[in-house]
């Protein structure tokens, strides 16, 4: 199956979240109830993956300031950097819909997050997007898409991660997308 042609939209009143479902509860409610209204109080903001056709949400992430301890990031992501918090922005959620599993949308959520992130830290600094991985999988999917774990943090869930700016910058640059 193929993945139907989508654009990305900041959340609002008209998009019809009820239909949307990624199979996780958690993920599904904080879309219908609060993503909205976190947006709109200057919480992390929202952007949807709709679908061009239908106008159906495929897809979301949500996006807000963050910094990780300097001694938890990892050497590559923090390189160059005064021994101070790392500023970088954080993926507070990232969920597809069902109907779409497996088909490369929440990579290209990935990127596009990424694509806001380097725009924004272009005016006001930032070099990471950081990640809460909610499992050991989601740590995995993420690790295939360039994060990196953070160090010195006690283990459990969820699993601090991080991508660096620059990683994302080389892969929209190779996809010809930056």
């Not at 479902?21 to 992390?44: F, I, M, P, S, V």
């Not at 700016?165 to 996809?175: D, P, R, S």
Request: glycine residues 12%; hydrophobic residues 40%.
């Amino acid at each position: 199956m193929t993945l139907p042609a989508w654009h990305e939209e900041a959340i609002g009143r008209e998009h019809d979240r009820d239909a949307f479902d990624c199979t996780d509860g958690e993920l599904n409610q904080y879309l219908k109830k609060y993503a909205r209204q976190n947006h709109e109080n200057g919480g992390a903001k929202t952007f949807l993956a709709i679908e061009d056709e239908s106008g159906r949400i495929l897809g979301y992430y949500t996006l807000a300031p963050s910094s990780a301890v300097y001694d938890q990031t990892p050497e590559a992501a923090r390189k160059g950097l005064p021994r101070h918090p790392v500023p970088g922005f954080r993926l507070g959620r990232l969920a597809t819909d069902k109907s779409v599993g497996g088909q490369g949308l929440g990579t290209q959520l990935i990127l596009a997050a990424g694509r806001r992130c380097i725009r924004v830290a272009g005016e006001v600094g930032g070099v990471a997007l950081f990640i809460d991985a909610k499992s050991e999988r989601a740590a995995k999917w993420y690790e295939e898409r360039g994060a990196l774990r953070l160090v010195g943090v006690p283990e459990g869930l969820p699993i601090p991660m991080l991508i660096s700016l620059k990683t994302i910058a080389a892969a929209l640059n190779a996809a010809d997308q930056l």
